[in-house]
T-cell receptor, first 113, second 108 residues
Framework: KAGVTQTPRYLIKTRGQQVTLSCSPI?????VSWYQQTPGQGLQFLFE???????NKGNFPGRFSGRQFSNSRSEMNVSTLELGDSALYLC????????????FGPGTRLTVL | KNEVEQSPQNLTAQEGEFITINCSYS?????LHWLQQHPGGGIVSLFM???GKKKHGRLIATINIQEKHSSLHITASHPRDSAVYIC??????????FGKGTHLIIQP
């Protein structure tokens, strides 16, 4: 079974731009979660989707949004990028939300200049 | 105070030593996860547990729900075990809350 894939792996943007990151879960997994990892804050929960519905969202501004498609693939979008958005963005998929084992993708390294 | 506290933050040991990493949390949880992250960013889920003890190879994870504490043990440690070990808790619909991680270095 193929693992979780994320595209692109690396991205460089400038302040004010917007970015869309993509995550393809393991086949059969309907839950996708997104996380942000920075040296200062560590890993933080962004949002979780299950069957195309956002179940919950972490403490992030409205510039961070996401969606999930009928094939369980998910995208997250960050608008009006700020320098502080530079981070590793990880997605994880699982069979069921919240309490099931999560399988992480390799991440997208976003650099905002 | 973080909801999830890990200790130690950094640990250097010699190959073959028995390693213990601790995790304490302050809220009620539905499950606790131990994760491993190697340089470059990839994260692997090692254990998910809500009670008792689990073992996989040289790794053992225990949890005491009453004391809100979990430990990850590595027996016969090896340089390839060098990584960041992260404790995370799930609380129903709130997503995972993570500890700051323990940086482990095993020297040959």
């Amino acid at each position: 079974k193929a693992g979780v894939t994320q595209t692109p792996r690396y991205l460089i943007k400038t302040r004010g731009q917007q970015v869309t990151l993509s995550c393809s879960p393991i086949s059969g997994h309907r839950s996708v979660s997104w996380y942000q990892q920075t040296p200062g804050q560590g890993l933080q929960f962004l949002f979780e989707y299950f069957s195309e519905t956002q179940r919950n969202k972490g403490n992030f501004p409205g510039r961070f949004s996401g969606r999930q498609f009928s094939n369980s693939r998910s995208e997250m979008n960050v608008s009006t990028l700020e320098l502080g958005d530079s981070a590793l963005y990880l997605c994880a998929s699982s069979l069921a939300p919240a309490t099931d084992t999560q399988y992480f993708g390799p991440g997208t390294r976003l650099t905002v200049l | 105070k973080n909801e999830v506290e890990q200790s130690p933050q950094n640990l250097t040991a010699q190959e073959g030593e028995f390693i213990t990493i601790n995790c304490s949390y302050s809220v009620g949880i539905s499950a606790l996860h131990w994760l491993q992250q190697h340089p470059g960013g990839g994260i692997v889920s090692l254990f998910m547990l809500s009670s008792g003890k689990k073992k996989h190879g040289r790794l053992i994870a225990t949890i005491n729900i009453q004391e809100k504490h979990s430990s990850l043990h590595i027996t016969a440690s090896h340089p390839r075990d060098s990584a960041v070990y992260i404790c995370a808790v799930s609380r129903g619909a709130d997503g995972l809350t993570f500890g700051k991680g323990t940086h482990l270095i095993i020297q040959p």
